[in-house]
């Protein structure tokens, strides 16, 4: 079996870290007793009208996200014949995750007017994977595979 590099090693790393917080802020989209917040006003960022996508929490999509960057991950490192295709598609997914955080973000300071720091950390992280995903894309070229 393959071992990891660097950038797939911190691609897993924000993949996985990014489950555990859309995985929290989903449970709390459903029971807001649970969400706790030190910085911002998390209550106002996650009642707001932009924390659906037609019914669809917006912490679910980004567990989505995360969760296919980390099969896409465990399918390069299994099976190296699939390294090209999967992070391109990775990179291209958490390349969507950025641009969608952008909007989240702008969303946040200039129309909610409140800040989420769990929010804030999600975004971070997709941010983060975008640069390793982006790291794997040049790897990837520069190897022809």
């Known amino acids: 079996m393959n071992r990891l590099i660097g950038w797939q090693v911190a691609s897993l790393g924000c993949a996985v870290a990014g489950i555990v917080v859309s995985g929290y802020l989903n449970a709390a989209h459903w029971d807001r007793r649970a969400l706790v917040c030190g910085v911002g006003d998390c209550h106002a960022v996650q009642s707001s009208r932009y924390a659906e996508v037609n019914g669809i929490p917006v912490a679910l999509l980004g567990l989505g996200m995360y969760a296919v960057v980390v ?37 946040e300071v200039f129309v909610i007017e409140a800040i989420c ?29």
């Open 117 to 145: 720091q769990w929010c804030v950390v999600s975004a971070l992280l997709t941010v983060g994977l975008l640069g390793a995903e982006g790291e794997g894309v040049r790897v990837v070229l520069r190897s022809g595979t």
């Open 71 to 107: 099969v896409l991950g465990l399918l390069r490192w299994r099976y190296p014949a699939w390294r090209a295709n999967a992070t391109i598609l990775a990179f291209a997914i958490s390349l969507a995750g950025v641009l969608y955080v952008a909007y989240l973000t702008y969303l």
